[in-house]
Structures are given as structure tokens and as C-alpha cells.
């Protein structure tokens, strides 16, 4: 235990220009993880209350933490670097409780936040980890000076950051499921919320046939989709992903009056979530959400 705090302590020094020097102490980092994890000491950020910023995501998109909550919205963040197998492991669940929450349209927003990886590193650790809330790169979005300023010592550390800038939770670990995320959040008076549908899926048609429920969600392979019809009429089964592009499309399928279940394959599909929806000619009937975890 001595040795890992001594590590800690080296790979809390400033980053330099040296690129051996900087990837050795991410090795050393994650070693440290794993050791004081094994030690069961829990990380956490040492702040009680947020210091705000402005940095720019992956995508171009600004944000301002104050903004954000002088607006009574709640703020998550995931604290993260790309090559942190705990981080890899975690990131499909955080994203989970996003999409539980709402997709950041509901009382929370949710954000990761980078060190010392540049947008291109980031963006292949999303589409990889199925991360889906903003993500703020080390290098161009500015996140490994605010990994500084909140002096994270670990990583992942997951805060939550109330409207009137406490930092209710300064570490949500370990994280075994989404439901650990979920918990903590509701906790604090956050509730469930849905999602917006994608850019470009309209409103369904109320009546003739629903989605009754997809499984398994997540999927990896293979997954069912379950419609309730009210009369036989034929349909198709389209899957989009969040920015409304078709992805997937499955032959006609005549339904029957009652329950309907279709099997179809997701494992061409990245690791993301997707928006099953049910037509007939091209009338949304209904839609729903699915997500694809390899």
C-alpha cells in the first residue's frame, strides 16, 4: 500500500511533452486503481462545492457548468481518461442512467470529461463504450485542466453537482450496474425521464398497434421486439440511431390480432442505442428505444 501512494503521488505531478513520461504514468495509474481497489479505499473528489467552467465537446458544442445550473438543472459528470479499463468497463453503465434520466432532458445533464486524450481518442472511446452524453476531450476541450481543478486523484470518479453548485456526490463507485448510478441520483429527488425521440423519427400514431416490449435491452447479438396489434395489417420494422439515420430495416411482417414477436440480429450494429419503430405504409405506429452492447 505504501508503494501505490507513493505512486500517486508521481503520477500527480504535471503533465509534460514527453510522451514515454505521460504513458507511463497512466500505467502507473491504472496499477494504482487496481491496487487500491484491491485495498477497498474508495476515491473521491476532494471538493465540497463546483467550480464552474466553459469547455467545448467532442461535437463543437459549448458549455457552461454555471449556466447550466443557475438553470436548476443538476449536473453529472464522469471523470475519465481512454485508456482506464475501469473507465471502459463503466462508461455502457453511466450511459445507461443517462438514458434512464431522460438524455439530458430532464433535471439532469450528464458530461464526461477527459484527461489528457485529444477529440479523436474520445470519440473512438465513445463509439466504442456506447457514451452517448457529451464528452469533453483533455487537449482541445480543455479537460485535463479541469480534471486539476477538481483534483480527481482516481479514475473514474463520478460527481453530482446539485442547482446551487454543491457537489452532493463526490465519488458514485464502484459502479456494478446503472441501477448504482440510479439510486444515488434518486436519492436526491431525481426521477426517471424519457427521451426525445431522434432527429428526424416523428411523433407515433396513436392506435392500431404498440410496441408491447423489446428483449434482451441491452442486446449483443439478437434481440425481439414484441407488437401488440388491434386488427391484421401488414407492417415494416425500421432501427435508427440517435441522429435519425436508418440503420436497419426488416422485410414486411404481417401481424395478427394480439401479440406479434419478431426476432432480428444486432450484432453488425456498434456498440450505441438505437430507435426500433413499427410503420404501416408510413405511419409511425409507435417507437422505441433499444440498446446494443458487444
Known amino acids: 500500500m505504501i508503494a501505490c501512494f507513493y505512486l500517486l503521488i508521481y503520477i500527480s505531478l504535471p503533465e509534460n511533452n514527453n510522451q514515454n513520461h505521460n504513458l507511463m504514468k497512466k500505467l502507473i495509474l491504472i496499477f494504482v486503481i487496481a491496487c487500491i481497489s484491491l485495498s477497498g479505499i474508495k476515491a473521491q473528489c476532494p471538493l465540497t462545492e463546483a467550480v464552474d467552467f466553459t469547455a467545448t465537446d467532442v461535437h463543437g458544442h459549448t458549455w457552461n457548468l454555471f449556466e447550466l445550473l443557475d438553470s436548476g438543472q443538476y449536473v453529472l459528470i464522469d471523470f475519465f481518461f481512454t485508456t482506464c479499463g475501469p473507465c ?3 462508461a455502457p453503465k453511466i450511459n445507461e442512467s443517462y438514458i434512464y434520466f431522460g438524455c439530458n432532458s430532464g433535471d439532469v445533464n ?4 477527459d484527461t489528457g486524450d485529444d477529440d479523436a481518442a474520445c470519440i473512438l472511446f465513445d463509439e466504442t463504450f456506447g457514451v452517448e452524453y457529451p464528452t469533453i476531450s483533455g487537449v482541445e476541450g480543455g479537460g485535463t485542466q479541469i ?3 477538481y483534483q480527481i486523484p482516481l479514475y473514474p470518479t463520478v460527481i453530482l453537482i446539485a442547482p446551487d453548485r454543491t457537489i452532493l456526490e463526490q465519488d458514485i463507485w464502484p459502479i456494478p450496474s446503472a441501477q448504482v448510478i440510479i439510486d444515488a441520483l434518486e436519492s436526491h429527488g431525481l ?3 424519457d427521451c426525445p425521440p431522434p432527429i428526424g423519427i416523428e411523433e407515433p400514431v396513436a392506435g392500431l ?3 408491447s416490449s423489446v428483449y434482451p435491452n441491452p442486446a449483443g447479438s439478437n434481440a425481439r421486439i414484441v407488437i401488440s396489434s388491434e386488427e391484421a395489417m401488414s407492417a415494416r420494422v425500421e ?4 441522429v435519425g439515420i ?3 430495416e426488416m422485410q414486411q411482417i404481417d401481424l395478427v390480432p394480439g401479440e406479434n414477436v419478431t426476432e432480428f440480429s444486432v450484432a453488425d450494429l456498434p456498440t450505441g442505442t438505437y430507435f426500433i419503430r413499427v410503420l404501416k405504409n408510413n405511419e409511425m405506429l409507435d417507437v422505441t428505444r433499444l440498446s446494443v452492447v458487444h
Not at 450528464?110 to 470529461?113: G, K, L, P, Q, W
Not at 432501427?239 to 440517435?242: F, Q, S
Open 88 to 90: 471502459q468497463d463503466a
Open 110 to 113: 450528464y458530461f464526461a470529461i
Open 147 to 149: 480534471c486539476n481543478d
Open 191 to 193: 426521477e426517471e425521464h
Open 209 to 211: 398497434a404498440s410496441i
Open 239 to 242: 432501427v435508427y440511431n440517435p
Open 246 to 248: 436508418k440503420v436497419l
